[in-house]
């Protein structure tokens, strides 16, 4: 299923929101995600934060691909900033492009 322009920015506008439920700011900015399936329907979502009693970040494109579980295969991720690419030196995740590949997303869409 291919989504429409509405749908399109229906979901960006929901990440935005989703963004402004993290806790951060300046140096660490704001970031909402959500994952649409093959048929159109959100999967999952998330917003960039902490991980439980830790100072390590949990990003939020992550979180959501954790929530949609298989539902992702064949979807979309939308994210308010492009999914990362390297490890970062704080980070025991790894990153979360390969974690859309493997999760098998088909499209992704950003807004910066």
């Given at each position: 299923m291919v989504l429409s322009d509405d749908d399109l920015?229906?979901?960006m506008a929901r990440a935005i929101r989703l963004a402004k439920q993290s806790p951060f700011?300046?140096?660490?900015?704001?970031v909402g995600a959500l994952?649409?399936?093959?048929?159109?329907?959100?999967?999952g979502e998330g917003w960039k934060t902490l991980l439980d009693g830790t100072n390590l970040?949990?990003?939020?494109?992550?979180?959501?691909?954790n929530n949609a579980e298989e539902s992702a295969n064949r979807g979309y991720l939308f994210?308010?900033?492009e999914p990362c690419v390297k490890t970062h030196d704080d980070s025991?995740?790894?990153?979360c492009a390969?974690?859309?590949v493997e999760r098998g997303i088909h499209t992704v869409v950003i807004g910066l």
């Amino acid at each position: 299923m291919v989504l429409s322009d509405d749908d399109l920015r229906y979901y960006m506008a929901r990440a935005i929101r989703l963004a402004k439920q993290s806790p951060f700011g300046i140096r660490r900015p704001f970031v909402g995600a959500l994952v649409v399936s093959e048929s159109g329907i959100l999967v999952g979502e998330g917003w960039k934060t902490l991980l439980d009693g830790t100072n390590l970040t949990v990003h939020a494109e992550r979180v959501a691909l954790n929530n949609a579980e298989e539902s992702a295969n064949r979807g979309y991720l939308f994210s308010t900033l492009e999914p990362c690419v390297k490890t970062h030196d704080d980070s025991i995740f790894r990153p979360c492009a390969e974690l859309a590949v493997e999760r098998g997303i088909h499209t992704v869409v950003i807004g910066l």
